[in-house]
């Protein structure tokens, strides 16, 4: 969820409403060239991703890593199969060794 620009810059709005008593909102508004209802919009719509992110978001995050488990298995899978065609000799040693280490850190 850290490298998802999206929650994160809602996140960073949010904590920024959240923790500033005295907002000056008139230079960003001018700034933006916006009113301030189209930024208070922002904020709520900020607001809005930050709490789906926090509610959906962290099972996604696990299903993600699950299926990169399972790609990272059926990758070592199949340098185990190229490595079954090959001869023997130092590099099919080495990679061998770095496929059961992998496995080991599963």
């Known amino acids: 969820m850290w490298n998802n620009d999206l929650i994160q810059f809602a996140r960073l709005l ?4 959240a923790t ?15 009113d301030p209802a189209e930024l208070n919009e922002l904020f709520d719509r900020a607001h809005e991703v930050w709490e789906n992110a926090k509610l959906d978001g962290f099972d ?13 298995k059926d990758l070592l899978a ?16 080495v990679a061998r060794e770095a496929i059961a280490k992998a496995k080991g850190g599963e």
Do not use: H, K, Y
């Open 14 to 17: 949010c904590e920024i409403v």
């Open 60 to 72: 996604a995050v696990e299903a993600e890593r699950d299926e990169l488990r399972e790609s990272v």
């Open 78 to 93: 199949a340098l185990e199969m190229i490595l079954e065609g090959c001869r023997p000799g130092w590099i099919n040693r």
């Open 20 to 34: 500033q008593d005295n907002f000056d909102t008139e230079p960003i508004v001018e700034s933006m060239d916006i």
